[in-house]
C-alpha cells in the first residue's frame, strides 16, 4: 500500500485545552521561561518527550488487570522476565522504576572517580549519573554525525577509530563503553548493525564490557531492517536479538519502546555484577522481583515490548515522523537529516543566526513554539549540555543548538501534526524576531528540568 495509516484505531479520547496567546504569555513568565514547569493542561501539542506518554493497546490494559501485586515472587515479573529475556537474551534482569535508575545502579556499581565511559552520544541523565560517579562521560560521534544538514542512513553510529583509542589510552579505567540506541542525543539517528559488532570486537579484545543503552532499541531495528539491504526480510525482534547478542549488558527505558507509562530495567550476563545491582535495588528500588514497579506495570512492559517490534507499527512510527520533517524542511527549516525514528530536531543555530550561544536559540526557539502556537518541546543544546565552570563561572556551550519535536507514540492525528507543521513554518516565516533568553537561577546538575529564565 503506497499510503501509510496508523495501523490502530482510536479506542478512547482525551480532551486538550486550546490557549490564547496572552495566557500562553502568563504560563511562560510564571515558569520562568522553562517550559518544562507549564502546567500540562496549558499545552495544546506536547512534543517535550515520547517517554511515558504514549497511549497504551488494548493488550496492554487487559494484561494490567491481572497485575499481581504481590511483594516477592509475583508471576508478572515471571512474564515480564520472560519477554525481556526472549528478546535482549541477557541472563540477568532488574526491574527499575524507570531507565535512569538503571543508569544510577549501574554507575554505581561499576564506576569509579577518574574513569572514563565512552559512547556514541550520551543523554543527559546518562551522562549525570556517570558524572555524579566521578567518571568523565565521553562523546564519541561518527564523523558523519558532524553535518547535521547531510543525509547519511547510520549517523548515529560510534566513532570506531575514536573507541579503540580512548580504550588503549585509558588501560583499567573503562570500566565499560556504552551505544545509545538510537542516539537520542545525536539526532535519533540509528546505528548499524556493523557498527555494534565491530564495537563489541573492539571492546571485548581489550577486556572492556560493552552496553546498549537500549531505550529505542525497536526503531532502531526497524532502521537496520529499513536502511540494510542484508536486513531487509528479517523480523525487527530476530534484527534486535542480534544486536544484543554483541553486548554484555543494556539499560532500558520501558516509557520509549516498551510502549509503557512507567518502568525500566537493567541487564548483565555477569554473576557478579548482578548479585551487586540486585543489593543496591533492593536498597533504594525495591526487592528484585519488583523493583519500584507495580505489577501491572510489570505487565504492560511485558507486552509493549512485543507489540514495538511490529513492522507495520514501526512503518508508520518513522513515517509519520518523517512526515513532519518533510514538510518543515520543504518550508526552508533548518532540520537533522535524515528524520529520526521518535522526533525531529530543528538546527536552531542555524534557523536563529541573529541570536548567539550565550542567548540560548534553542531555549528561545522552544519558547517561542510555545508562545504561538501553544507547541511544547525541549532544548537540546547548551542549556542542556553546557555547564558554567566551577572555578571562574563562565559559561561552556554545546557544539550543536537542536531543538527536539519528540512524537509520543500512538498518540497524535495527522491533522495534529499538521497543525505542527503549520506552527513551525510560521515561526520560521518571522525567526528575526524570535528572542533571546537568558539563565537567572539554575542548579548544579541537570539544569534544563528546573532552570529559570528571562528574555533578553
Keep these: 500500500m503506497p499510503r501509510i495509516i496508523e495501523p490502530f484505531r482510536i479506542k478512547m479520547v482525551e480532551p486538550i485545552r486550546i490557549t490564547s496567546r496572552e495566557e500562553r504569555e502568563r504560563y511562560l513568565a510564571e515558569a520562568g521561561y522553562n517550559l518544562f514547569c ?217 516509557k520509549k519502546d516498551g510502549m509503557a507509562n512507567i518502568g525500566g530495567f537493567l541487564c548483565t550476563n555477569d554473576n557478579a555484577v548482578a548479585q551487586q545491582e540486585q543489593a543496591l535495588l533492593i536498597l533504594t528500588e525495591g526487592f528484585p522481583t519488583y523493583g519500584g514497579l507495580a505489577g501491572r506495570d510489570l505487565e504492560a512492559i511485558a507486552v509493549g515490548l512485543y507489540e514495538a517490534l511490529d513492522l507495520h507499527y514501526q512503518r508508520y512510527r518513522a513515517s509519520s515522523t518523517g512526515y513532519l520533517g518533510e514538510h518543515i524542511a520543504a518550508a526552508g527549516v533548518p532540520i537533522v537529516q535524515p528524520p529520526g525514528g521518535h522526533a525531529i530536531y530543528i538546527d536552531a543555530a542555524a534557523m536563529l543566526p541573529h541570536l548567539p550561544k550565550a542567548q540560548y536559540p534553542g531555549q528561545a526557539l522552544v519558547v517561542e513554539l510555545y508562545r504561538h502556537g501553544g507547541i511544547r518541546s525541549v532544548e537540546i543544546g547548551s542549556v542542556m549540555f553546557g555547564r558554567p565552570d566551577p572555578e571562574t563561572g563562565e559559561e561552556t556551550f554545546a557544539d550543536n543548538e537542536l531543538v527536539r519535536l519528540a512524537i509520543p507514540r500512538r498518540v497524535y492525528t495527522k491533522s495534529q501534526i499538521d497543525y505542527v507543521v503549520d506552527v513551525v513554518k510560521e515561526v520560521y516565516e518571522r525567526r528575526a524576531e524570535v528572542r533571546g533568553v537568558r539563565i537567572v537561577e539554575q542548579p548544579p546538575m541537570l539544569r534544563h528540568f528546573t532552570a529559570v529564565f528571562e528574555p533578553v
Design 38 to 254: 507549564v502546567p500540562s493542561d496549558a499545552i495544546l501539542i506536547d512534543l517535550l518527550t515520547d517517554s511515558g506518554t504514549g497511549a497504551m493497546s488494548a493488550g496492554q490494559w487487559a494484561a494490567m488487570m491481572r497485575g499481581d501485586e504481590s511483594y516477592a515472587g509475583s508471576p508478572s515479573f515471571r512474564r515480564f522476565k520472560h519477554a525481556v529475556q526472549d528478546i535482549f537474551g541477557f541472563r540477568h534482569v532488574i526491574p527499575t522504576h524507570q531507565g535512569r535508575a538503571a543508569e544510577r545502579i549501574l554507575a554505581a556499581t561499576l564506576v569509579r572517580p577518574g574513569d572514563v565511559v565512552p559512547n556514541n552520544t550520551h543523554f543527559d541523565t546518562t551522562r549525570a549519573n556517570l558524572e555524579a560517579a566521578g567518571a568523565v562521560a565521553l562523546d564519541l560521534p561518527c564523523s558523519e554525525a558532524q553535518d547535521l544538514s547531510a543525509p547519511h542512513p547510520f549517523k548515529g553510529n560510534i566513532d570506531l577509530e575514536a573507541l579503540a583509542r580512548v580504550l588503549d589510552e585509558n588501560p583499567g579505567r573503562v570500566p565499560f563503553a556504552m551505544i545509545t540506541v538510537t542516539n537520542n542525543g545525536g539526532g535519533g539517528q540509528p546505528v548499524s548493525m556493523e557498527n555494534i559488532r565491530t564495537a563489541s570486537e573492539i571492546c571485548h579484545a581489550r577486556g572492556v564490557p560493552l552496553y546498549i543503552d537500549a531505550c529505542r532499541f525497536a526503531e532502531n531495528a526497524y532502521f537496520i531492517h529499513a536502511r540494510s539491504p542484508e536486513y531487509a526480510g528479517t523480523p525487527l525482534i530476530e534484527i534486535a536479538r542480534e544486536m544484543f547478542s554483541y553486548a554484555d549488558g543494556c539499560t532500558m527505558s520501558a
